[in-house]
């Protein structure tokens, strides 16, 4: 299982959970976007972690963001 968090104290606590319940060894975890492209995502930086979200603008916390095919360690097909 693959698990995405880009905004690092959700992923900290996304971390957290994982080892809280032992499943280390089922889910590989990325603190990054998932986007059409390679690059840079800025997120909102609110203290109620269920309100962030992508900022309009590029303004926030800025995170790394990549696609799905440059993931490497997820693709199983020959060409990825």
């Known amino acids: ?34 986007g059409e492209r390679v690059g840079t995502a800025f997120l909102t930086d609110e203290r109620a972690d269920d309100q962030n979200r ?3 603008d590029a303004n926030g916390l800025r995170v790394p963001m990549s696609t799905l095919i440059k993931q490497p360690r997820m693709c199983r097909r020959p060409r990825c």
């Open 1 to 34: 299982m693959h698990a995405f968090e880009p905004h690092p104290r959700i992923f900290s606590f996304l971390v957290g959970n994982i080892e809280l319940n032992g499943a280390q060894a089922a889910v590989t975890t990325y603190n990054l976007a998932i």
């Open 54 to 56: 992508v900022s309009p």
